[in-house]
């Protein structure tokens, strides 16, 4: 049974970062396409970053140049650095993976199977 765990999301001011981590555990596939979305109250669920088997990333416009996506194989662990974190930013930030991908640089929700239960991610002015 595949499992996404994460963490690091928290309270910070504008201007801000915090780093999220998601472990992943029971993933037995040998290629893994991982990524992060969020999702804001009242808004649709929106796609971050995602990375690819082979370290290629894809970025939200929203937040490139502040957002970085990464991972260590080693430990089963895929990251988010966040920095210069704005209000916008204000989310449940989900962490997901998918042994397939489908067009996952396009980050579309329905390209991956596997979803952790979120951490809150909070950013005041």
């Known amino acids: 049974q595949v499992q996404l765990v994460e963490s690091g999301g928290g309270s910070v001011q504008a201007g801000g970062s915090l780093r999220l981590s998601c472990v992943v555990s029971?993933?037995?596939?040998?290629?893994?396409?991982m990524g992060w979305f969020r999702q804001a109250p009242g808004k649709e669920r929106e796609g971050v970053a995602a990375i690819d088997n082979d370290g290629m990333t894809s970025y939200a416009d929203s937040v490139k140049g502040r957002f970085t996506i990464s991972k260590d194989n080693a430990k089963n662990t895929l990251y988010l650095q966040m920095n210069s974190l704005k209000p916008e930013d204000t989310a449940m930030y989900y962490c997901v993976a998918d042994p397939w991908g489908g067009r996952w640089w396009e980050l579309k929700g329905a390209d991956f199977r596997y979803w952790g239960q979120g951490t809150q991610v909070t950013v005041s002015s």
């Open positions: 029971g993933y037995t596939y040998t290629n893994k396409y």
